[in-house]
């Protein structure tokens, strides 16, 4: 299996089990679907995470805090690494507060820890069976090196596992591949975009797509602060991997105002290592990476983003 479905925040470990709560699951060819029973514990965790998204945000991060507490406090099931996992990939949709990231990160941490996940075994090539094969760490160890590293959670003392260490690294050498991007794309108007062209601009790359909820629910904002920024040089680039066909209705319907680039064939997405959207990279005026979003921001969190760069 390739890193890239591994590194997925779309990934699932049990892909029937997170596709409830994540609503976005990609599966691999040999993804088993099973149905999952729930304990009597767990089924009114399971019911409030898959329901999170309809809730208001200063609900939603009390709640998300109660349910990471609650999962670390249940006995040390199958199920229990499904309900952590499902509820870290939801917890970093908005701003729902440090005390609340670092509870999820806690429960995922520990559960991991009671209950490990085998590496992920790479698939033999049939070409050359004696080449060397590179292990690469299960999904929950990305999900909780990605709290960790983005979200500037800690993970539990002591915590040092080969894999969570693996997944470290891993990320640090994507940011590198980040750091000075070079592409072209074409705008639903035809126009091209040459990223080295904007030097001297604010730049916020954002990887979207028409039937992400938290992709649609950060745009208005994003719109916002296009308008606002514009006149200062800031640049807002939406990169989509879908068809024009699919893209242009939307984009008119919502009367987004910045550009929005087709990526059909997925090479900037796969230049810039994006396989979970929304995914939001801001450089500065020097074309330096200045900071970057693993999930949906609010706009709050957005102009802490651009104050990066220099834009207040």
Not at 39 to 67: H, W, Y
Not at 230 to 255: M, N, T
């Amino acid at each position: 299996m390739k890193f890239e479905l591994i590194l997925s925040r779309c990934f699932l470990l049990v892909a029937t089990v997170l596709a409830v709560f994540v609503g976005c699951a990609v599966q691999s060819a040999s993804a088993q679907k099973k149905e999952i029973v729930w304990s009597a514990e767990e089924k009114p965790i399971a019911d409030k995470i898959q329901g999170l998204r309809g809730l208001a945000d200063d609900v939603r991060a009390g709640t998300t805090k109660d349910l990471a507490l609650k999962i670390r406090k249940l006995p040390s099931t199958e199920n229990k690494l499904p309900l952590a996992v499902g509820l870290a990939g939801l917890s970093t949709e908005g701003d729902f507060g440090h005390d609340t990231l670092q509870e999820v990160a806690t429960t995922l941490a520990e559960t991991l820890r009671e209950r490990p996940v085998p590496w992920v075994q790479p698939e033999k090539s049939d070409a050359d069976d004696s080449a060397p094969t590179t292990r690469t760490p299960a999904y929950p160890y990305v999900e909780l090196a990605t709290l960790v590293r983005y979200e500037h959670v800690e993970a539990p003392v002591n915590f040092d596992d080969e894999q969570y260490c693996a997944a470290i690294a891993r990320l640090e050498a994507d940011d590198l591949k980040r750091q000075h991007p070079e592409f072209t794309l074409t705008d639903i108007t035809g126009k091209k975009w040459k990223f080295s062209d904007l030097g001297g601009k604010v730049v916020l790359v954002n990887f979207w797509a028409t039937w992400c909820p938290p992709c649609r629910k950060e745009m208005p904002d994003l719109d916002a602060l296009y308008q606002r920024f514009a006149a200062r040089g800031f640049v807002v680039l939406g990169i989509s991997d879908e068809e024009k066909q699919k893209v242009e209705p939307f984009i008119r319907e919502h009367k987004v105002s910045f550009p929005v680039l087709l990526d059909p064939g997925r090479k900037v997405n796969d230049a810039f290592v994006v396989e979970g959207i929304p995914k939001s990279f801001v450089y500065d005026r020097d074309g330096k990476l200045v900071a970057q979003s693993i999930d949906m921001r609010t706009q709050k969190q957005f102009l802490e983003m651009l104050g990066k760069a220099g834009l207040e």
